[in-house]
């Protein structure tokens, strides 16, 4: 498929520079989507105008850029209502989509699991029937390409009685997941290993983390988005500890709703999680900011008080002026999961804070008790043991309510 070509728009209402990062962002989402931005305009307004999003003025500017670079359409930076969208396509005389279309879109392409594809259509069929009143040559000038991918088209546009039973039928198909997920998560919680998600911004490296550490194989690129669907992986620890990391989907700052909806459960991985690993890329100037839309997601998802490592990823080809610490979590490591520096500091932290929810024992267990040493091989981590005659000494930790 020929590559699009789109002119880029913005709405400032506070800092401008806040809007032309997120504007940066929005053209690596077009870039991860097969698309190519071709220039971009921001408008400083008070609020957005509720007709044209960017005020007529802007919006017959666009319409000159759309001629001058003969792009196939404009990619606004926030979610467009129906009437937005349907006065921008009249002005304009071209394919309109917004961001929540192009986030839905790569969701669709890189979906590979029956859960992730569905939770996918899910949401895009919740976010296409919200938009079809109104919204007229916008949606028929769609065609195909960037924010068609997913759901067929042709009953989105008139049947809204098929989507609705579709959208139900989805929603039946997602609750029947989300329960075999949950006895898939409390049977490897009855197996006693401890559990750690990994979380962090898109694209920060965690699937490279969880490859170096497990050998999981799991597609790492240099995209946003470039893996959804959940990853779960045995690790063995340097003293012996087993625990499990599960690679989540990747946070991305205005992510839309109907989303955050559909992956709740995936995203439930984290909530469930004995540990919250946080991985950061370091080398980006914008870490701070995109430290803060984890944090926001993960407290919107009810995911709080957690134990938090945080994993300052990239650090081969991050300045050393770039921020490496985490007020919110109880250890900052440097890493880079690329080449494994400093994955043996995160493994000692990591170890540390396990430690640190149990308690160490050194005592003799007699003969006549030996169903005890099961337990804490089941619920602890067993250091060591000696048979001598008044029973088997043993030196481990285990939780403290053993």
Do not use: W
């Not at 003025?57 to 759309?66: P, R, S, T």
């Not at 065609?143 to 809204?160: F, H, M, Q, S």
């Not at 139900?168 to 949950?182: A, G, P």
């Not at 499990?244 to 984290?270: C, M, N, W, Y």
């Amino acid at each position: 498929m020929a590559e699009e070509h789109y002119i880029l728009f913005a709405v400032a209402s506070g800092d401008v520079e806040e809007t032309e990062k997120s504007i940066e962002e929005l053209s690596l989402l077009l870039d991860t989507a097969g698309g190519v931005a071709d220039d971009y305009v921001i408008q400083s307004l008070p609020h957005p105008d509720p007709a044209t999003y960017v005020g007529s003025g802007k919006a017959h500017e666009l319409k000159d850029l759309v001629n001058a670079y003969e792009a196939d359409g404009i990619l606004c930076d926030d979610e467009l209502s129906p009437t937005q969208m349907h006065n921008l396509s009249d002005i304009t005389d071209c394919k309109v989509i917004d961001r929540t279309m192009l986030i839905l879109d790569i969701f669709a392409a890189h979906a590979k699991t029956k859960e992730g594809k569905i939770q996918v259509e899910m949401a895009q069929l919740k976010h296409r029937m919200s938009h079809l009143r109104g919204i007229g040559k916008a949606m028929s000038r769609l065609g195909g390409g960037i924010g068609t991918r997913g759901p067929g088209e042709t009953k989105l546009e008139t049947d809204r009685r098929a989507i609705n039973k579709k959208i139900s039928s989805l929603s039946k198909e997602i609750e029947t997941m989300k329960r075999v997920r949950s006895t898939t998560r409390k049977k490897r919680t009855d197996g006693s290993n401890l559990t750690a998600a990994i979380v962090g911004y898109t694209n920060a490296g965690k699937s490279t983390l969880l490859n170096k550490m497990t050998n999981a194989d799991v597609l790492a690129e240099d995209k946003l988005f470039a893996t959804l669907d959940p990853t779960t992986r045995l690790c063995t620890l340097p003293d012996g500890e087993e625990i499990l990391f599960t690679d989540t989907v990747g946070f991305i700052s205005k992510l839309p709703h109907q989303l955050i909806d559909a992956f709740r459960s995936t995203l439930e991985e984290a909530k469930y999680a004995d540990i919250i690993i946080h991985v950061v890329d370091r080398s980006d100037e914008n870490a701070s900011f995109h430290m803060d839309v984890v944090y926001n997601t993960l407290h919107e998802l009810g995911i709080k008080e957690k134990p938090v490592i945080t994993l300052f990823n990239k650090s081969d080809v991050a300045s050393e002026d770039m921020i490496f610490f985490d007020e919110h979590a109880q250890k900052s490591i440097r890493i880079s999961a690329k080449t494994g520096d400093g994955i043996d500091n995160f493994f000692e932290a990591l170890e540390e804070l396990i430690h640190e929810r149990m308690e160490y024992i050194d005592k003799v267990i007699p003969y006549s008790d030996a169903a005890e040493i099961n337990r804490i091989r089941k619920y602890g981590h067993l250091i060591s043991e000696e048979y001598v005659p008044e029973g088997i000494r043993i030196k481990a930790y285990t939780e403290k309510t053993l």
